[in-house]
T-cell receptor, first 113, second 117 residues
Framework: AQSVTQPDIHITVSEGASLELRCNYSYGATPYLFWYVQSPGQGLQLLLKYFSGDTLVQGIKGFEAEFKRSQSSFNLRKPSVHWSDAAEYFCAVAPRGAQKLVFGQGTRLTINP | GAVVSQHPSWVICKSGTSVKIECRSLDFQATTMFWYRQFPKQSLMLMATSNEGSKATYEQGVEKDKFLINHASLTLSTLTVTSAHPEDSSFYIC?????????????FGQGTRLTVV
């Protein structure tokens, strides 16, 4: 069955520390891959996306993600987090040729001062 | 970037009444819009695809008679929750891609929190 998994429901890191949020997908063919961020009670903002080409993708707010075909993963990283990064992060996929997104369960990020 | 506006941001209604939620693309035309539902601390689940000038496409398990979708213009889609019940209380979010395929970014509305009492 096609699925998107974010293994970590909640992650806490200290301000200034590095961050990695995990995302694994299960699809017949490599889908389009996305990371979104959601602040409390708000809509979603696109951080970055991968369609093809360079497997290391740069996004907004200092985030990057690396696509690893062999591991069916698309993990999100940031070298040094800021208190303003506290939010809910969603990995999403769109099967090639389709517009609609399938979201992972989300990872809630808490930043310790 | 492009702007998608949702209205209202929150609404409280009595059980048995209907509630209409609007999703507007403010600076681009959207032939397709998507409606998602998000329960507290859970992910977004696609409910339906709204198509301008034609019937919406509902995901499996979503009652089309309960969640009425109308996409009468290229900038407006509406979701009406009919005969709302407490279990319909949720966060509803719409999105609209700026182009004809997923290569273009989909922008999200700010969401509508519905509480049915």
């Amino acid at each position: 069955a096609q699925s998107v998994t974010q293994p970590d429901i909640h992650i806490t890191v200290s301000e200034g520390a590095s961050l990695e949020l995990r995302c694994n997908y299960s699809y017949g063919a490599t889908p389009y891959l996305f990371w979104y961020v959601q602040s409390p009670g708000q809509g979603l903002q696109l951080l970055l996306k991968y369609f093809s080409g360079d497997t290391l993708v740069q996004g907004i707010k200092g985030f990057e993600a690396e696509f690893k075909r062999s591991q069916s993963s698309f993990n999100l990283r940031k070298p040094s987090v800021h208190w303003s990064d506290a939010a809910e992060y969603f990995c999403a996929v769109a099967p090639r040729g389709a517009q609609k997104l399938v979201f992972g369960q989300g990872t809630r990020l808490t930043i310790n001062p | 970037g492009a702007v998608v506006s949702q209205h209202p941001s929150w609404v409280i209604c009595k059980s048995g009444t209907s509630v209409k939620i609007e999703c507007r693309s403010l600076d681009f035309q959207a032939t397709t819009m998507f409606w998602y539902r998000q329960f507290p601390k859970q992910s977004l689940m696609l409910m339906a695809t709204s198509n301008e000038g034609s019937k919406a496409t509902y995901e499996q398990g979503v009652e089309k008679d309960k969640f009425l979708i109308n996409h009468a213009s290229l900038t407006l889609s509406t979701l009406t929750v009919t005969s709302a019940h407490p279990e319909d209380s949720s966060f509803y979010i719409c999105s609209a891609p700026t182009g004809g395929n997923v290569n273009t970014e989909a922008f999200f509305g700010q969401g509508t929190r519905l509480t049915v009492v």
